[in-house]
Every structure is written in structure tokens, then in C-alpha cells.
């Protein structure tokens, strides 16, 4: 049966395994505590620009029409092309010390990016991420109820500033730590702040070009030569 796993469902299983508690005792309830962390996230959330929010408008309605294609960053990257944005696949990597061991991840993550010229500060041009299921990058095995009330507030679909995000990473990286301590669990490194970064912040970042496919109604596209993104301001 092991053999028909894949990586990635296997590394989630060692991870799942790992952040449980294998007991049968109940989940411990969190004790009454104020809303300060879902305050923040709020208002981190409403610091979203109207560019930001015209883009993330666009990807919500890319989502509700497309069916069910294959690849469904690839397809977001397309539309938004056509559209006439500059979008592209970012992909990736970066490494990661666990104790006194060095491992190397290549290819952990992907998402997409959008470069929108504002022509009310000077032509600047600024880069927004677009995660397409943020909020399970930050779920666990075990969460106290605090923890799963925060995790709820968070949008699956993130379209929002470096910035934005990083203040998001932070909160809920430490959110998480509390919420495995209560529940007298070891935090493990690929919870940390630092590792979470990396998936959006990584200076080995590639964007991948999407070709555009005509038909955008089949799950068809290609990877053409990758280039290097945009340096993060991180």
C-alpha cells in the first residue's frame, strides 16, 4: 500500500503523525480568550487595496466557471493573461536545517504571481501573490478551538502584497505554536515562521511561463523556459 503513495502524501502522513496526539483523551478546549488574534487578521485582511481586491474579484470568478481543470494554477495564470495581466507560475526551493541535519527541499511550493503597474505613484510597479489555498498551508493535526475559529477567518483564496502576506505568516506561525503547546506537543520546524517564509519569500524562486492555450474551455498548457522572479523586499 506504501508503494502506491505519493511524496507529498507521505511526507503529510509522517507530519499528520507527528503533530497528533496518539492517545484517546479528548481534545483539551481552549480556555477563554480574547478575539486579539482574529482582530489582527481582520484587519490585516482590510488593508487590501482596491487593486488587490479588483484581482482577487477576477480569480473568484475564474474559480466559479472553470469546471474542473487539471491544473488549476496553470489555468488561473492563463486566464489572467488573456485578461492582460502579467501573471505568472512561481516555483520554489530552499533549504531547511532540523537539528544538526541539512535538508534540502527543491520544488516544495508554487504559487502565482502578478506584476500590476500603478500609474498613481509614477508608473511604480508592484508584485502581488496569489496563493490559490493559503489557508491549508497553516492547518494542523490538532488544533485548539481558538485555533480553528483563526484558521476559519483565514480566505482559501489570498491576493494581497508581500507585506500583507508576511504579517499573515507571522500570526498565524505563532497562533500555531501556542495552539500546539496547549495541546502539550512538540513544535516541529516546518511550523516556524522562518520555514514558512520560505515558500513564498525563497530567493531561489523561479516563474514558469504558461503558454497561452486558445481554448481555455480544456486543462491543456505548457511550460516554457523558467526565469528568475522578482527579488522579495524580504
Known sequence: MLGSLGEEELDQMIRDYI???QSTSPTPVSKPAPKKSQSILQDILLEATDIETQLLDK????VRGMGEPNSLKEWVVMRLQVDGYE???CKTSWVSSFGHKVIQFTGDYDYIDVMIMDQNLSNKTTRLIVDMDL??????ARPTQTYKELINALPSVFVGSEERLDKIISLLCSAAKASLKENDLH??????????????FSKNCNKVSVMLNPELGSDASEEKNSATCC????
Open 59 to 62: 480569480v473568484l470568478m475564474y
Open 231 to 234: 527579488p522579495s523586499i524580504f
Open 135 to 140: 489557508r491549508s498551508q497553516f492547518e494542523l
Open 19 to 21: 503533530e497528533s496526539d
Open 187 to 200: 513544535i516541529p520546524p516546518w511550523r516556524k515562521a522562518e520555514y514558512m517564509q520560505s515558500k513564498w
Open 87 to 89: 501573471a505568472s507560475l
